[in-house]
């Protein structure tokens, strides 16, 4: 199996305060994992790209000092939302791809839904 | 830049029924990778299938099938015996191959099964 977890998978905070994402790959080491944010009724956004022991490539438009993603094993990678505002307010996915082998598929963790208030 | 596209926004079919979903990209790459994921309202993303654009045999997944025409640019999904689970958001995805593995997706298909 290719089995990707995340934690919490729902969370609810104060408008300023920080928030972790963690995203895991239980049975498999993970080269690469994605960050994705995806609004209502909409496709996945790729927030950045994530590499283990490395620093992580953010797409166009996002801030990386807001949103920190930090990628210390093969098995997890994080994803921090700092001073976080309402309109940070969405749902987080993540995703995986194998070490070994051909690595082309990515797996993905069941999201955590985010609320600002 | 490669784009990808689905021009269904929403499909509703009786259960049992046969339902092709429709995928067209756009790419000059010769090899690349393609994916239909499944997302439903749990919101949980599912792999249903991939292809690699070099074979030329349609790939399938018990009842799930591609038409893949690559002079076209077309990645069709055919869903056979349509269930009730099968209720959900379809994305079409595409990969370069030798890249930064990331996904191009299309903007989804809303599929409802009715029983």
């Known amino acids: 199996g290719a089995v990707v977890s995340q934690h919490p998978s729902r969370v609810i905070c104060k408008s300023g305060t920080s928030v972790k994402i963690e995203c895991r790959s239980l049975d498999f080491q993970a080269t690469t994992m994605f960050w994705y944010r995806q609004f209502p009724k909409q496709s996945l956004m790729l927030m950045a790209t994530?590499?283990?022991?490395?620093?992580?490539?953010?797409e166009q438009g996002v801030e990386k000092d807001k949103f920190l993603i930090n990628h210390a094993s093969l098995t997890l990678s994080t994803l921090t939302v700092t001073s976080a505002h309402p309109e940070d307010s969405s749902f987080y996915i993540c995703?995986?791809?194998?070490?070994?082998?051909?690595?082309?598929?990515?797996?993905f963790g069941p999201g955590t839904r985010l609320l600002v208030l | 830049a490669q784009t990808v596209t689905q021009s269904q926004p929403e499909m509703s079919v009786q259960e049992a029924e046969t339902v092709t979903l429709s995928c067209t990209y756009d790419?000059?790459?010769?090899?690349?990778?393609l994916f239909w994921y499944k997302q439903p309202p749990s919101r949980q993303m599912i792999l249903v299938i991939r292809q690699e654009a070099y074979k030329q045999q349609n790939a399938t997944e018990n009842r799930f099938s591609v038409n893949f025409q690559k002079a076209a640019k077309s990645f069709s999904l055919k869903i056979s015996d349509s269930q009730l689970g099968d209720t959900a958001m379809y994305f079409c995805a595409f990969m370069k191959s030798h890249s930064n593995y990331q996904l191009i997706w299309g903007a989804g298909t809303k599929l409802i099964i009715k029983p």
């Open positions: 994530s590499n283990e022991g490395s620093k992580a490539t953010y």
């Open positions: 790419t000059s790459e010769n090899n690349y990778y």
């Open positions: 995703s995986a791809r194998k070490a070994s082998g051909s690595g082309e598929t990515q797996y």
